[in-house]
């Protein structure tokens, strides 16, 4: 390889992050950390990197989008035989990774993914524009496939199939929540230095916060 990636490197010096900052409950600092990521109008910044664990420890991970938090968790969606779903009904304990680079901060979720009710999928799949309900049907995910074109040829016969009345929710597919038992929130620092302070869960509902050496 051509590039000198060991010289690329930078300082971090947007801010630092102290223990007086942060909320009691890692769910409200997180809304105020994404509150703040949408009014610097990052790219994407409901994208999370989903990671799960096949049956004999094999991790793998993909990015998703954050499509709801309450006091629960995080929910995303998704189609539940693809890899990651057959590996949430094996091993339902996941990790979230939210990578706010332009920020200079990370968060980190530690948690278990837990099926969301037909009816809360159903509201949501509903509330999706028309052709990503078609394309929930048309993909069977994480499966091999000839090619592109039969890819959109199947999508094709299931925008016939379903022209002029409602797509129905698919057996296959939808949400999860992943209440979390632990979380980390970095911010980048100078000299490499970053401030980290993770919370855990208590068998009393309480969060304990600790800072972590960078």
């Known amino acids: ?41 990052i790219p994407d910044p409901t994208a999370m990197v989903l990671a799960s664990a096949s049956p004999d420890g094999q991790p793998s991970q993909r990015i998703v989008l954050l499509k709801g938090l309450d006091s629960d968790g995080f929910v995303f969606y998704t189609n539940r035989t ?40 159903e509201r949501y799949f509903h509330s999706r524009p028309r052709e990503s309900q078609l394309s929930a049907w048309a993909s069977h995910q994480s499966r091999p496939v000839e090619s592109r074109e039969a890819l959109m040829a199947h999508f094709r016969e299931l925008e016939q199939r379903f022209e002029g009345q409602d797509i129905p929710l698919p057996d296959f597919w939808g949400g999860y929540r992943v209440r979390p038992q632990q979380m980390e929130f970095w911010q980048g620092g100078a000299h490499r230095l970053h401030d980290r302070f993770e919370y855990n869960l208590q068998p009393d509902g309480n969060w304990t916060i600790d800072r972590l050496e960078p």
């Open 1 to 41: 390889m051509g590039l000198d990636l060991q010289s690329l490197r930078r300082e971090y010096l947007r801010g630092g992050l102290n223990l007086e900052d942060l909320s009691a409950n890692p769910i409200d600092q997180f809304e105020v950390w994404m509150e703040q990521a949408v009014k610097a109008e």
């Open 82 to 121: 693809s890899r990651k779903g057959r590996e949430l009904a094996a091993n339902p304990k996941v990790s979230l990774h939210f990578p706010w680079h332009t920020l200079e901060r990370q968060v980190d979720v530690c948690g278990i993914a837990e099926p969301l009710s037909a009816e809360e999928s």
